[in-house]
């Protein structure tokens, strides 16, 4: 067994030694405790990670990790509720959700309205593992039990009626354990995917009247991309992430998970996709690839992420990291095969699964943070293979970054900062300069929540 871990490891430590060609300066991880970018938000800076270990009890062998033995309901329940409040600071939990409602249209319309009934929530969850039939599997991903307790929350206490709620992945399919799951308990909220294959799922149409355009010249069809008619649309977006390593990016976090709501006309997918138009962001790997792209240039996320219709149309960023894993799909076989979750080596996991809810309203401050844990841990070498900063560099100084490149996704004028970024000063103590000083600091302050520690 140790022979095979050694092996396994000097597989991981080489290939990423030889695939990570450039140099990224600064190194990925520094500078320590200098922020950088604009923060907002109720609490500026603010993320929020609760971890309960106890939530997850799979033996890694049987059934599925998302069987209700192996992720307990009632834990998750109350870890999200605990999230919720500790983002706002407010004990009551429906007076947070108005409070969150309230920033939110005061920052984007400069009212401070609540939640008004009619008005639709859209929600890009991430089942980049989930491809071809309808047929479960043990993939690491977004678990059902977080999404019930979300839509509880939003149909309780944000007051939204369930025919108000999509939820998709635009480019992916929504497998039958999630349908049981909606069916069950939330039959009128809308679920859709790419195939809308499979029950009440609908497919994902592009809206002709939406625009995105790529900031960098190099990016084809440049100006032609389209988002879901739902999502052009929607009055509120959610930002539902995965939290994992990712073989071309480093990692997929709130960045990446934009990767399955663009529609791309004309390019090719070599996903075997014959029509002209289709949902496969595959033509613009290359412009996310954290082992080719050093520090200081373009990058398109930076351009999903600041479009008015994607994060910069959301009310909170929340990553499901119940299961976290090392990368969508494992190759190793010669096929695509889901890849299953992996137990976190690093304090405070101690070699557990990942056990945890992330949550935060500032984007950059939130893969800060998960960029800090994923890098950190043994199990998730994919996060340590390129300049994974890049990215947060980039989308913190998207007025003026390090690029030159002017970000204009929406072609109605240049982005300002999307967030703040820095790195914590480091894996034990894991502060960051709010931690340090909450009074001066000026960047990240992380609230770390541990449910059941023994
Ligand atoms: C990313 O770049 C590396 C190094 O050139 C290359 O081997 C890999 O295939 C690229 N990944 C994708 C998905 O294009």
């Given at each position: 067994?140790?022979?095979l ?14 695939v990570?060609s450039?140099?990224?300066?600064p ?26 270990r ?5 033996d890694?062998?049987?059934g ?37 409602f ?52 939003l ?7 369930e ?13 039958p ?5 909606f ?14 294959g499979m029950?009440?799922v ?18 084809p069809?440049q100006k ?13 977006m ?7 390593g990712?073989d071309?990016?480093g ?7 934009w ?22 962001p ?27 219709k ?8 929340i ?14 076989s ?8 992996v ?29 800090d ?18 990215y947060?560099h ?5 007025n003026?970054?390090?690029s ?16 703040v970024h820095?790195h914590w000063?480091?894996?034990y ?19 770390e929540?541990?449910?059941s520690?023994?």
């Open positions: 067994m140790r022979a871990l050694i092996s396994i490891f000097l597989i991981f430590c080489c290939l990423g030694f030889e990570n450039i140099t990224c300066d190194p990925v991880g520094t500078p320590v405790n200098e922020p950088f970018g604009e923060s907002f938000g109720i609490n500026p800076g603010r993320v929020v990670w609760v971890l309960d106890e939530a997850t009890k799979w890694g062998i049987n599925y990790w998302f069987d209700s033995d192996n992720l307990d309901q009632s834990r998750v329940d109350n870890m999200l509720d605990k999230a919720i409040r500790s983002l706002t600071g407010n004990d009551d939990i429906v007076e947070s959700w108005d409070m969150l309230r920033d939110f249209n005061k920052r984007k319309h400069g009212k401070e309205n609540g939640y008004v009934p009619g008005q639709t929530i859209a929600m890009k969850i991430n089942l980049n593992g989930d491809f071809g039939y309808y047929e479960d599997n043990n993939g690491n991903e977004v678990s059902p039990q977080f999404l019930k307790s979300l839509m509880t929350h149909t309780k206490y944000a007051g939204v009626a025919k108000d709620l999509y939820v998709f992945d635009a480019s992916r399919l929504i497998m354990h999630f349908q049981k799951m069916e069950q308990y939330f039959p009128d909220i809308n679920l859709v995917d790419n195939k809308g029950g009440s609908q497919r994902a149409q592009p809206d002709p009247t939406s625009y995105l355009q790529f900031s960098n010249t190099d990016v069809a032609l991309t389209k988002l879901p008619t739902f999502v052009n649309q929607a009055d509120y959610i930002e539902i992430d995965d939290f994992r990712h071309t990016a990692i997929t976090l709130s960045g990446k998970n990767f399955g709501s663009i529609y791309r006309p004309d390019v090719s997918c070599d996903f075997g996709t014959t029509s002209s138009g289709h949902w496969c595959m033509s613009l790997h290359k412009f996310v690839n954290v082992t080719i792209r050093p520090m200081g240039s373009y990058n398109a996320l930076v351009d999903l992420m600041g479009h008015p994607l994060t910069s149309n959301t009310l909170f960023i990553s499901d990291a119940l299961y976290a894993g090392p990368t969508e799909f494992d190759h190793t010669g096929y695509n095969v889901p890849s299953p979750p137990t976190f080596e690093m304090e405070p996991f101690n070699n557990h699964w990942s056990s945890s809810i992330l949550i935060a309203q500032d984007p950059i401050a939130l893969d800060s943070v998960g960029l844990i994923l890098r950190t841990e043994p199990h998730i070498p994919f996060a340590r293979i390129g300049c994974t900063d890049n947060l980039e989308g913190a100084l998207a003026d970054p390090p030159g490149t002017v970000y204009n996704p929406s072609g109605q004028g240049q982005l300002s900062s999307l967030g820095e000063n480091n894996a103590e894991r502060k960051y300069t709010k931690n340090i000083d909450p009074v001066n600091g000026k960047g990240i302050e992380l609230v929540i541990h449910l520690d023994d």
